[in-house]
């Protein structure tokens, strides 16, 4: 019996184009929607690309029977070598591994916070106006930790850092002073990790 050409096969296209869908409107769509998004003419075909992505896991149901992302819906390609920051490498090869970026930034989601940083006094740490910084919540740091500290009652990211029996708040600016607290320090959480759009 001779193949069926047009029966559709689950090429990264069909993921993609989901993906930007989701990440647009937020929700997965209705077969009908997903028939023109994948430009297919037949709801048994949307049904079988469907079933494909449900077994990779990539798509899910809720208990009402909406489809909704799975375990691996939001994995992103990273390529199998790294890219030089200094003299460029010959090229970069076509094979990449699958990673979320929770997998790649979040340790333990239930004690993980994202803050938006908010002036340059981390500058020279490499943490700039607007960034995420991903914070592992916990009330004990070590010095030289980057910190999300409550500081005489207002929060702040800064080096913890100790003079004599006393923790401070070191900046990496050297615009700004070494925040030393009239009152209590009460540690917010630890930094673990870092995001940023640049465009």
């Known amino acids: 019996m001779a193949l069926n050409p047009l029966k559709p096969t689950v090429d990264p296209a069909y993921l993609e184009k989901l993906q930007d869908y ?3 409107h937020k929700v997965i769509p209705s077969y009908s929607v997903l028939a023109t998004l994948w430009g297919v003419s037949a709801k048994s075909w949307v049904s079988q690309i469907v079933k494909r992505l449900e077994e990779a896991r990539i798509l899910d149901w809720t208990p009402d029977k909406q489809l909704k992302p799975g375990p ?15 003299l460029p490498n010959p ?11 929770d997998d790649y930034l979040v340790r333990l989601p239930s004690k993980t916070s994202l803050v938006r940083v908010k002036g340059d006094s981390m500058i020279d740490a490499g943490i700039k106006d607007g960034d995420l910084i991903v914070v592992e919540q916990q009330p004990n740091a070590n010095v030289g930790d980057i910190v999300v500290a409550i500081v005489d009652n207002e ?20 615009a700004y002073p070494v925040i030393r607290p009239r009152g209590g ?15």
């Open 185 to 199: 320090l009460e540690i917010f959480g630890v930094m673990a990790g870092l995001a940023r759009r640049t465009r």
């Open 155 to 174: 929060f702040t990211v800064k080096y913890l850092d100790r003079e004599k029996s006393q923790f401070v708040l070191k900046p990496a600016n050297k």
């Open 22 to 24: 989701y990440a647009e």
């Open 91 to 101: 090229a970069i090869s076509d094979g990449y591994d699958l990673i979320t970026l």
């Open 72 to 86: 691996r819906f939001f994995e992103r390609r990273l390529t199998d070598q790294p890219v030089q920051a200094g």
